[in-house]
């Protein structure tokens, strides 16, 4: 289930405009989703304002037990910035510490620390950074890394960390292969894995998908990733009951 907190006009080539979504339809989307189908994991994408900050904390704070992911979208593939410079502060006070793990790329990492990146040895200070910014547990993407194999590098507040190396994938299809990385994460969290496993996991799809879309071409920029190219048959199942 989907709640939308933003509506963008965008395509293949680059983001046009972005209209804010009400606060009080966010939280009536929430609402509605909570009192039916309530799910299993939550995946946070781009938190446009203040207002939607606070509001999300708040609902988090209702559902503790619930796995949670962010991906601070901060910056889209074009360049164009996606947040309000007064959203940043912020988000690491109310959405860190109640999420289960943020998910910065590259260039979001650097904006939030505000400090350029391009190594191994960055991503890892980038981690480090954030959890003492209030974090739980960091994966920061290397995907805009130079050279063949790329980086992404996990760590948590105990200390425990990984780096998931991978050989860099030839295709024009890649947009929103950050996004599909943390909603994965997400659907693993779910499904009770726990976080390491999740993210390896993840990570396993990710390369799946990349590899199977090499070949469509869909507009004239980056194209998405073939999130089809694994299927499985719906399984019965029941929704969680959750009580705040």
Do not use: W
């Not at 507040?157 to 295709?171: H, N, Q, W």
């Amino acid at each position: 289930m989907t709640v939308l907190t933003a509506l963008t006009a965008q395509n293949t080539t680059g983001v046009r405009a972005i209209h804010p979504v009400p606060t009080q339809f966010i939280q009536e989307q929430l609402d509605a989703i909570m009192e039916d189908i309530p799910p299993r994991a939550i995946k946070i994408g781009m938190i446009n304002s203040p207002e939607v900050a606070h509001l999300l904390a708040v609902f988090l704070d209702k559902y503790p037990t619930i796995p949670a992911v962010f991906d601070p979208v901060m910056i889209a593939t074009s360049g164009a910035k996606l947040i309000q410079d007064t959203t940043v502060s912020l988000l690491k006070e109310t959405l860190f510490p109640r999420v289960d793990l943020i998910t910065p790329n590259l260039d979001e990492a650097a904006f939030l620390i505000n400090k350029n990146l391009n190594s191994l040895a960055d991503l890892r200070f980038a981690g480090e950074t954030l959890l003492n910014d209030g974090a739980k547990a960091v994966l920061v993407k290397g995907g805009h890394m130079e050279g063949e194999t790329l980086y992404d590098y996990l760590v948590d507040r105990t200390d425990r960390s990984e780096t998931f190396p991978g050989k860099r994938i030839d295709t024009p299809n890649m947009h929103g292969t950050g996004c599909s990385l943390s909603s994965a994460i997400a659907a693993y969290l779910g499904r009770g894995e726990g976080l390491f496993e999740a993210v390896a996991n993840a990570h396993r799809y990710i390369k799946g998908a990349l590899d199977a879309g090499k070949d469509v071409s869909i507009g004239a920029g980056p194209g998405p990733l073939n999130h089809f190219f694994q299927p499985e048959p719906l399984k019965k199942t029941t929704f969680l009951e959750v009580k705040p």
